[in-house]
Nanobody, 121 residues
């Protein structure tokens, strides 16, 4: 079994900062791409940022220059540093990872349970 657990969400005022973490654990053989997604009430889940195992990153236009994704491959952990937060960043943030479990030759996507980020105006 592979589990992803997010942490670091909370309530912050506009202009503030938060850092999210996503820890992968369990029977992990290898982790390929990882990413942060978010879903606001009444909206579809959207990609916020992604990062390859080698550290190449990709960001949604709406967060470029404000959010920074990173990962620690030795700890199987991914981070999302968020600054200059806006009320429109309010959403449940989910982490996702493309993982090959131990004793498997196949990669599949795993998701965390989500962490709430609320930005007040």
């Amino acid at each position: 079994q592979v589990q992803l657990v997010e942490s670091g969400g909370g309530l912050v005022q506009a202009g503030g900062s938060l850092k999210l973490s996503c820890a992968a654990s369990g029977s992990i053989g290898s982790i390929n791409n990882m990413g942060w997604y978010r879903q606001a009430p009444g909206k579809q889940r959207e990609l916020v940022a992604s990062i390859t195992r080698g550290g190449n990153t990709n960001y949604a236009e709406s967060v470029k220059g404000r959010f920074t994704i990173s990962r620690d491959n030795a700890k199987n952990t991914m981070y999302l540093q968020m600054i200059s937060l806006k009320p429109e960043d309010t959403a449940v943030y989910y982490c996702a990872a493309n993982v090959r479990p131990i004793l498997s030759t196949m990669f599949r996507d795993y998701w965390g349970q989500g962490t709430q980020v609320t930005v007040s105006s």
